[in-house]
């Protein structure tokens, strides 16, 4: 990258240019924008859609999530002219538990498995399955673009502020809420033909006291072997959190709820497919495509 870019980077990025300030901040910057990143950071600069990058909301293990300015619009997302940017550090991936649930998705069959294409795949998978659940229109962040490990998504607010996570902002209304969630999880199921894999009181985001679904890189398609097992977790965690706030709520009843097992039109037990030698299971190895 030539010295004017990153100089430009530098002037666009507030976190880089809070050097001499706070020490977190710094490291931050050192183990997140690594060369390629930065590269990816100074064209989305370059193509228009991000004007600054600022703060980061969360600095997690995988991942860092920042605040930043964007005049990408799109009908039906509210006009904030703020973005969350979802950075995964390429240095701390655990390559194998992210092979884990990109393995047996056959939308990414034939991805190198080297480390840092196993990142920018998990980035995409993450943005595809964002669409997917937004086209089965359940309230999650609309996102907007995604290159490389770099994903570029709708800042969810309440008025000026950060909407919270649910962990730190339980529901006024628990029974309303979990409802509204089940609800969601639900049709990610049945529509999305898609399971979380992470429900948790730390990736389901509170605005106007209704649950946003957030952290999708993990969600796997029904046909993924774990499918169901991940899905039962999603389940338990769901009854923990709500059982605490005194909803009444227990995990076989859920799990029917959401798979619609024993109703009339609903008989899918994706797991069970795979006993079958000539189910998807078996064929996924061959095939490569991205819906
Ligand atoms: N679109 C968003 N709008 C507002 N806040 C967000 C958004 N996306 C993420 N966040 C905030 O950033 C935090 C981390 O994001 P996310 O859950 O997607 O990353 P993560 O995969 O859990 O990262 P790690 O596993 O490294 O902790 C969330 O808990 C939430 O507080
Ligand atoms: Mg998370």
Redesign the pocket.
């Given at each position: 990258m030539r010295d004017q870019d990153l100089e430009r980077i530098e002037t666009k990025t507030g976190i880089l240019r809070s050097r001499d300030g706070d020490g977190g901040a710094r490291r931050v910057e050192a183990e997140v924008f690594d060369r390629s990143t930065l590269t990816v950071v100074n064209k989305l600069f370059s193509d228009g859609v991000l004007e600054t990058v600022e703060f980061p909301?969360?600095?997690?293990?995988?991942?860092?999530?920042f605040t930043a300015k964007t005049s990408d619009t799109h009908p039906g997302v509210e006009d904030t002219g703020w973005a969350?940017v979802?950075i995964y550090?390429i240095s701390n991936a655990e390559f194998r538990t992210l092979a884990r649930y990109i393995d047996g998705d056959p939308r990414f069959d034939k991805v190198k498995r080297d480390l840092r294409n196993i990142i920018y795949t998990w980035s995409q998978k993450e943005f595809k399955n964002f669409l997917r659940s937004e086209a089965a229109r359940i309230n999650v962040?609309h996102v907007f673009h995604v290159r490389r490990n770099v994903l570029v998504?709708?800042?969810?607010?309440n008025g000026d502020e950060?909407?919270?996570?649910m962990k730190d902002a339980p529901p006024e209304d628990p029974h309303a809420f979990y409802h509204d969630l089940v609800d969601q999880i639900r049709t990610l199921y049945r529509k999305a033909k898609l399971v979380h894999a992470?429900m948790s009181e730390?990736?389901v985001?509170v605005r106007d006291e209704r649950p946003?679904i957030?952290?999708m890189?993990q969600a796997v398609v029904l046909e993924h072997p774990n499918a169901m097992e991940f899905l039962e977790r999603d389940v338990r965690n769901v009854v923990r959190v709500f059982t605490k706030l005194g909803v009444e709520c227990e995990e076989e009843g859920l799990m029917a709820e959401i798979t619609g097992k024993g109703e009339e039109g609903y008989p899918l037990e994706p797991a069970d497919k795979h006993d079958d030698p000539n189910s998807r299971r078996h064929r996924i190895r061959k095939g490569f495509r991205i819906d």
């Amino acid at each position: 990258m030539r010295d004017q870019d990153l100089e430009r980077i530098e002037t666009k990025t507030g976190i880089l240019r809070s050097r001499d300030g706070d020490g977190g901040a710094r490291r931050v910057e050192a183990e997140v924008f690594d060369r390629s990143t930065l590269t990816v950071v100074n064209k989305l600069f370059s193509d228009g859609v991000l004007e600054t990058v600022e703060f980061p909301i969360s600095t997690g293990k995988e991942a860092v999530v920042f605040t930043a300015k964007t005049s990408d619009t799109h009908p039906g997302v509210e006009d904030t002219g703020w973005a969350a940017v979802k950075i995964y550090r390429i240095s701390n991936a655990e390559f194998r538990t992210l092979a884990r649930y990109i393995d047996g998705d056959p939308r990414f069959d034939k991805v190198k498995r080297d480390l840092r294409n196993i990142i920018y795949t998990w980035s995409q998978k993450e943005f595809k399955n964002f669409l997917r659940s937004e086209a089965a229109r359940i309230n999650v962040p609309h996102v907007f673009h995604v290159r490389r490990n770099v994903l570029v998504m709708e800042l969810i607010t309440n008025g000026d502020e950060i909407a919270p996570m649910m962990k730190d902002a339980p529901p006024e209304d628990p029974h309303a809420f979990y409802h509204d969630l089940v609800d969601q999880i639900r049709t990610l199921y049945r529509k999305a033909k898609l399971v979380h894999a992470d429900m948790s009181e730390y990736n389901v985001l509170v605005r106007d006291e209704r649950p946003v679904i957030i952290d999708m890189g993990q969600a796997v398609v029904l046909e993924h072997p774990n499918a169901m097992e991940f899905l039962e977790r999603d389940v338990r965690n769901v009854v923990r959190v709500f059982t605490k706030l005194g909803v009444e709520c227990e995990e076989e009843g859920l799990m029917a709820e959401i798979t619609g097992k024993g109703e009339e039109g609903y008989p899918l037990e994706p797991a069970d497919k795979h006993d079958d030698p000539n189910s998807r299971r078996h064929r996924i190895r061959k095939g490569f495509r991205i819906d």
